[in-house]
Every structure is written in C-alpha cells, then in structure tokens.
C-alpha cells in the first residue's frame, strides 16, 4: 500500500515516513477535537437540565479541569501535527533544493549557455515549492481528515445506525 503512494507522489523513504506521522498526528488532532465538542455538548446538557427539569446545578470544577486536560492534549497532537506537517516537510525540501543546486553544479557550462536561466531557475525553484506546498498542506490534511472521519463514523455505527448515514 505504501509503496504505491510513495510512487505516486514521488517521495523518498523520509518523506514517507514524514506524510504517514504527518497523517497519523492529524487524524489524533481531529479525533481530540471531536472529543472536545461532543464534551461540550454533555456539559451543555447538564446546564440545560439545571434550567428545565430542576436538576442540582453541576459542579464547576470537574469541567474546568477536563477543560484543562482537554487543552493540554490538544496542545500536545498540535504540536506534533505542526512537526511532521510542515517543520520535517520543510526540512526535507531543503535538502532537496540543496540536492539539486549540487548537480547544477557539476554540469558543464554549456549547458547554461544553451538554455534560458530564468526559465530554469523558475522551473526548479517553482516544483519544488510545488511540492513543498502539496507535503506541507494538503497530504497529510487530506488523509488525516478522510481517516478521522471514516473512525468517527465507524465508533458512531452502532450507536445510531440512521443518525451516523445521515451524517457522514
């Protein structure tokens, strides 16, 4: 399965491994996220219960802390989600630009005097921040966001079979 979407999107062994953790870190960002809320509507439950049916007003205190924990998940899988999805991509295509400046190097001069160095320069410097910008934003994004909710869906199967359809 790797294999193909490491030829698809033309990636090294690194650059592998940074869009699998890049992924991996924001599905358990989204799925932290989706905890948060669906924790805020049972807090709003409660309140809502105080005001309708008379029931003992909730203590304050365990929600404050459960927002605290909340917080510092959160902070924790975005920090990570930060790492892989842009400081390792960002590290890798350096070193691919680095790489290439390295082989323009040892080409002969002929070669520069035959072609247009804007153009080139603009074709080399224009895919690899192509490339930048599709590792950095969008694959692990992508699949982060279709496995996270393909796993909401799955845990809210059983639960509301008609709701979780509708849903999704």
């Not at 809502?48 to 605290?68: F, M, N, R, S």
């Not at 959160?74 to 400046?101: C, E, H, K, P």
Request: charged share 10%.
């Amino acid at each position: 399965m790797f294999a193909s979407f490491k030829k698809k999107y033309a990636l090294s062994d690194q650059g592998m491994k940074i869009v699998v953790l890049g992924t991996l870190w924001t599905t358990l960002t989204n799925l932290i996220i989706m905890a948060g809320t669906a924790s805020l509507l049972l807090v709003m439950n409660a309140f809502v219960e105080h005001l309708t049916a008379g029931a003992p007003l909730p203590k304050v205190l365990p929600y404050l802390a459960g927002l605290l924990v909340f917080a510092l998940i959160l902070f924790g899988t975005s920090w990570f989600q930060y790492s892989y999805s842009y400081g390792a991509v960002f590290s890798q295509t350096g070193t691919q630009r680095i790489d290439l400046a390295e082989r323009l190097r040892k080409l002969p001069l002929s070669f520069f005097g035959r072609r247009d160095l804007a153009d080139l320069t603009d074709t080399i410097l224009g895919d690899v921040a192509t490339m930048e910008h599709a590792y950095a934003h969008a694959l692990s994004q992508l699949y982060g966001a279709v496995v996270s909710s393909v796993l909401v869906f799955l845990a809210l199967l059983p639960i509301n079979w008609a709701l979780d359809l509708a849903a999704f």
